[in-house]
């Protein structure tokens, strides 16, 4: 048999005929460019093969022997040697000294390899592994590759920390790496952590890429003033893509073991969660306390759809007791609501039935709300054939209280608007007839109506011009609003306030009709509400940068209808103001002011300025002040304090009550693959009485989180607060380096 010896000059001629490169073309040289190589090839089809080397030989279509600076590749993987032999046709290689196989991203060297490149199978003796698309490394006795997929190492150690820095790892027994399934399972895995082992287990699974799955959750350990040391071990159950569940027994030292669970499900025609918590005795409070929600949205075609929201707890202290988290222990009302919704295209209807569970402070009682048992709503919107557009609303509602008033109100309000509208100018004309009727349980009582036409004329123009700020070109608009109402006067205080409030007086509620929430009172208007907004508009991106505006509404008769005896006097309103955007590229802005003009006093304002320059880099100021209610400045921040510390606190401090109403200090450490979080936070509860929590977690980066999780409280408390160690995206490419 033939034996020949090919220099790596004639192998270059041979790859370059395979790559339809001609070797007689002079001075014609092409460089492959990864990025302009399609990565599509299936994984069953067959691929060319590319040795370069110092030094080959061997027989025709039977086996080939290199030696020196040895490179075998294929689409998707090389593999560098001192030495390489390769048979065919099974294309089965052996490689010695010095060896490196890269793979999709994946490297791993050693000092021998045996290789199938037909079914990616293989195995590395004494290898050094890197896992790049999961951010992962380590070493081993032997590494065995069953296929592309699914690698099976024994006497193995597992981080994610960078190649120098062993500040945590796994050592284990044998390490199954499943990356079709995204799964790792350790059998015999000790944690170390800075060289001491906190953490043994016999079995250990973990997601390779972060992403869900069946197993323990790292336990929440923790502390608060109203249980004592708390431990949590929650167990996540991966029932299906669309199903999942939580099982997390909470043992509180003061109280005992209070069960919780939470269901979530998603399927084609309905979504919801459902949460239950259940602590059968109570050691401080001496009964069983338990609390759950229920929600539910639900499609059942032909245009029904329908929701349900149902929540609960044992007592009025449930929250201020067993939560520490502000808006847990600031709620009141519980809803209990079902709703069933036709959508009919130009019109819908809907259906409620709604109650609530008020929990009671004794420092501050509150009255119940009223229950709709049930409501039914209809709105109409139909456009015509004559510029005209026909609108309709109506509402049927049967309130019901244990100690108030219960009766039924029946609204309908049919409306005609003729809309004109151009590029740069609106009018929009309307006319409608309100009329409401009330009727009661209470025979003493006789019913009662109201009728009322309401009159209104909507018209706004929009100019633009080209400015310059700054250097920055920007579209600048100015958009004036002129908006009238009429409604004649009709006396209402004989009528009941089932859910009436005063309207927020804001930019939206300016523009409505009523200046009353609710159906109970219509107010009488013959007003002008006249305002102006201007944009400044990137003119590349077509994004608005910043918005202005300033609104003032004039009453031409004296108020008639209110819901207290105190009437307006003024023939003005204050005056609105407000800006919002990006002032510059770190500095964001939202302020709002309310100024009478006839006090000369701010009547409410609200200022909030964030300064943002980089990733882990936030500062938040903020004030709100409403005259003879509140004053609160709120301050919060997440900065670098040095080194690979950053700061990490909130002050929300009530002046006017001269009390702390919430406030937060901690600290982070980075380290790159893993960070600490220690966190100390206090509020005012709705009892007015401070709850104190104190989180600390250990974050082993792509691993696990051991400890107590302040995470969703520091994105609450920190506007704009980031993990200074959060995992980005690897850009893998999947063709190894040449």
Known sequence: MHRSRVTSAFLSLILCAASGVHAEEPGLKLQMQRELIPYSLGRDEPTDLFLDADNIEGHQDQEVDAAGSVRLRKRGAAVYSDQLHLSFPDQQLIATGHVRLEREGDVVTGEQLFYDMDNDSGYFDKPEYRLARYGARGNASRLVAENRDLYKISKATYTNCDVGDDDWFMRIDRLDLDRLRDIGVAHNATVVFKGVPILYSPYLDFSLSGRRKTGLLPPTIGSTGQSGFEYTQPFYWNIAPNRDATIAPRVLAKRGVLMNGDFRYLEPDANGEFRGEYLPDDRQKGETRYGYL?????????????????????????????????????????????????????????????????????????????????????????????????????????????????????????????????????????????????????????DETRNLPIYSLDSALTFERETTIGARAFLQTLEPRLYYVYIPFRPQNQLPNFDTALADFNFAQIFNENQFSGGDRITDANQLTAAVTSRLIDPASGGEQLRFMLGQRYYFTPQQVSLTSQLRESSRSDVLAAATGQITNHWFTDLGMQYSLDQNTVERSDAVLRYQPDIGKVVNFGYRFTRDALEQVDLSTEWPIGGRWTGLARYNYSLQDRRLLEGLLGVEYNAGCWAARFVIHRFVSGTLEYVNALFFQLELTGLSRIGSNPLELLRQNITGYEKTNERRPVDFNPFPSF
Request: charged share 15%; glycine share 8%.
């Open 294 to 446: 229920w929600q539910h949205q639900q499609k059942f075609g032909n245009g029904f759809s329908g929701s349900l929201d149902l929540q609960g707890v044992s007592d009025n202290t449930y929250f201020t007791d067993l939560s520490d988290k502000i808006a847990a222990t600031s709620q009141t009302n519980l809803n209990r609501e079902g709703d069933l919704f036709y959508d009919g295209g130009w019109w819908n209807v809907n259906t409620r039935v709604q109650r609530y569970q008020t929990l009671q402070d004794p420092l501050a009682p509150v009255v119940p709300p009223y229950a709709r048992v049930p409501q039914i709503t209809l709105n109409m919107n139909r456009q015509t054939d004559m510029h005209l557009d026909f609108g309709m609303q109506g509402e049927y509602v049967q309130f019901e209280h244990p100690f108030l008033l219960n009766g039924r109100r029946e609204i309908l309000y049919p409306s005609i608007s003729a809309p004109f509208q151009t590029s740069f100018f609106y009018v929009t004309p309307k006319v409608g007839y309100h009329t409401t009727n009330y009727s009661f349980e209470d025979q003493n009582r006789p």
